[in-house]
């Protein structure tokens, strides 16, 4: 198990050859091995595949992964396990070591940090609310230090989850998640698109912690005369059933984008290309009216999602 790769070292050629050569050369798709000269451990080539959404089908593009029982050595930087070690290095006050090499990561501590700045301007990282005086500046930018920090780590550990192969289950065997003294489950807390109906049913228990959503970006929407801010509208998973109540519940995510400084630099990288997005927020959620469509014969029920984006932190792009 490691990082999904997109080129591989290529014993016969003596060189590093790339994801797109790989395909469009069918002898080049075995006798693969990692570019880390003291690693080369074999990998496997995944072709691209098709992944069907609820008004569209998208192409994912190919990868490389290890073959069979392979496992990077720990100094790879392919490696999961010294991946989760370089992040918990910076990450103190978030990050505890245990046993057996795993860490304890403590999402109270981001949640409380966010909290202290709920009532705040959104376009500015001071933690003071609004109307506030900055009674001592000092403690003020301590508090925007920690935030960042806390954000820049919650980012690397997203980005490391959607770089996987196996997406979560390596990571349930290295980071413990807490939030207080409850331990939440790694289901519990990242979703990629197929699982936004479990999101969505886990947020009406009313869990306190904020979870991450992880799909592709559908839209990016402008304001409206009712409603001032861009959001971003992600693909909803396909369903294919009813539910036995012949209801079609929809699951449907979209990201408000508080401020606005980030707007151009969201809308840049998905005009480049760049169009999948993970999150980390408190996530509302929301019921929608039933709309019979009649031409199907379907009773569509949308489930909505919303998160919210502050600060840049708080996203992965790629």
């Known amino acids: ?123 500015s990282d001071v933690l003071v609310p609004t109307g506030a005086k900055q009674k001592n500046p000092q403690k003020v930018y301590e508090n925007k230090g920690k935030l960042s920090s806390y954000l820049a780590s919650m980012k690397k550990i997203m980005q490391l989850r959607t770089q996987l192969e196996d997406q979560d289950r390596e990571l349930r065997n290295l980071v413990v998640l807490k939030f207080h003294n409850k331990k939440i489950d790694w289901n519990k807390f990242f979703y990629d698109t197929e699982n936004f109906r479990e999101a969505f049913d886990y947020l009406s228990t009313s869990p306190d912690h904020p979870i991450c959503l992880h799909g592709r970006i559908k839209s990016i929407n402008k304001p409206t005369e009712t409603f001032p801010y861009h959001s971003i509208s992600l693909y909803s998973p396909w369903v294919e059933k009813a539910d036995k109540d012949n209801i079609k519940r929809i699951p449907s995510v979209s990201i408000t984008i508080y401020n606005k400084s980030l707007v151009e630099e969201v809308m840049q990288k998905f005009e480049e290309g760049i169009k999948h997005i993970a999150i980390f927020s408190d996530i509302n959620y929301k019921v929608s009216k039933i709309v019979i469509d009649e031409k199907k014969q379907e009773k569509p029920q949308y489930l909505n999602l919303q998160g919210k984006l502050n600060r840049q932190k708080q996203i992965h792009m790629y």
């Open 1 to 123: 198990m490691g990082i999904k790769m997109s080129s591989a070292y290529h014993p016969f050629l003596n060189r590093i050859v790339g994801i797109d050569e790989i395909q469009e050369n069918e002898a080049l798709q075995t006798d693969l091995y990692c570019t880390d000269e003291n690693c080369r451990k074999q990998l496997s080539f995944v072709d691209e595949f098709e992944r069907k959404y609820n008004d569209k089908t998208i192409k994912v593009r190919a990868f490389l992964r290890l073959a069979g029982k392979e496992k990077h050595i720990e100094t790879c930087q392919f490696n999961t396990a010294d991946q989760v070690k370089v992040i918990a290095r910076s990450a103190e006050d978030l990050m505890t070591s245990l046993e057996n090499g795993k860490y304890e990561f403590r999402l109270h501590v981001i949640k409380n940090a966010l909290h202290k700045k709920k009532n705040s301007a959104v376009a």
